[in-house]
C-alpha cells in the first residue's frame, strides 16, 4: 500500500519524507488556501521534497479552462498530477489530459457510480472521500469496498487513493481491502507511529539497561 501525505505545508512534507515511508502528496485548495503562499511554487517546492505524484487541484469549471489549467500545472514537474473534481466537466477535461498523458486523479468521489465514470474517463487515481460520510453519521468505508469490488471485476488502470482520511482505522481498513493508496494528515500519520505499550516499552529497557551499567 502507498502512503501519500494530505497536505500543502511544506514543514509536514520534509519531515514525514525523512520518515522514509512516503510516495506522494496530495493537496486541495482549501490546505493550499492555508499556507497563504503562491500555489505554483509551493507545488515545485513539494515536487523537490517528494520523488512521487504531487497531486495539485484545477480552479476552473469548465472543460477548456481545465485543460488549460492543467497544462500549464503539468509543466511544474514531470510528478504532478492533475486533481480534476468529479463534473461533467471535468469528466471531459480528464478525457483529454489523459489522451495527452497528463495524469489525472479524479476527486471529491462520493459513489461508486462516479468511480465508474471516473475510471471510463481514464483517471489515473479516483479519490473517494471516506471521512466527510463519517461526518454525516454514514460509513465511508463502505464506499472503499464497493469500488475495490467493482476495480476487482474489471481491467481499470486506475488506483484508489482513500481521501478525507480521519483516524489511523480508516488506515487499516483501507489497507485491508486492498486499496492502493490513502492519503492521511500529519496529525493522523503521528497517531499511526505512536503507541502508549512502545514508550513504556523503551522507557523500561531504557531504565534496566542504565540500571545494569551502575552495577
Ligand atoms: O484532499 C482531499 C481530502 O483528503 C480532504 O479531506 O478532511 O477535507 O474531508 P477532508
Not at 511544474?76 to 471535468?90: D, F, L, Q
Not at 472503499?144 to 469490488?149: L, R, S
Request: proline content about 4%.
Amino acid at each position: 500500500m502507498k502512503i501519500f501525505i494530505d497536505t500543502a505545508n511544506i514543514d509536514k512534507i520534509r519531515e514525514v519524507n525523512t520518515w522514509g515511508i512516503l510516495d506522494g502528496v496530495t493537496t486541495n485548495p482549501s490546505l493550499v488556501a492555508r499556507e497563504n503562499t503562491d500555489f505554483k511554487t509551493l507545488v515545485s517546492e513539494i515536487c523537490k521534497i517528494v520523488d512521487g505524484p504531487i497531486s495539485a487541484e484545477v480552479m476552473s469549471t469548465q472543460a477548456a479552462d481545465m485543460v488549460a489549467e492543467a497544462r500549464k500545472l503539468a509543466k511544474i514537474h514531470k510528478n504532478v498530477v492533475i486533481k480534476v473534481p468529479m463534473t461533467e466537466e471535468g469528466l471531459k477535461a480528464t478525457k483529454t489530459l489523459a489522451s495527452e498523458g497528463i495524469p489525472v486523479n479524479m476527486t471529491l468521489i462520493f459513489s461508486a457510480a462516479q468511480a465508474i465514470l471516473a475510471c471510463k474517463a481514464g483517471a489515473r487515481y479516483i479519490s473517494p472521500f471516506v471521512g466527510r460520510f463519517d461526518d454525516i453519521g454514514e460509513e465511508g468505508m463502505n464506499l472503499i469496498a464497493e469500488i475495490m469490488d467493482i476495480l476487482d471485476a474489471y481491467e481499470f488502470d486506475a488506483e484508489v487513493i482513500v481521501a478525507s482520511v480521519r483516524h489511523p482505522i480508516h488506515v487499516t481498513q483501507a489497507a485491508r481491502m486492498g486499496a492502493h493508496i490513502a492519503t492521511i494528515p500529519y496529525e493522523v500519520l503521528k497517531k499511526m507511529l505512536h503507541h502508549p505499550l512502545t514508550d513504556i516499552g523503551i522507557k523500561r529497557f531504557q531504565d534496566d539497561w542504565a540500571k545494569m551499567s551502575k552495577e
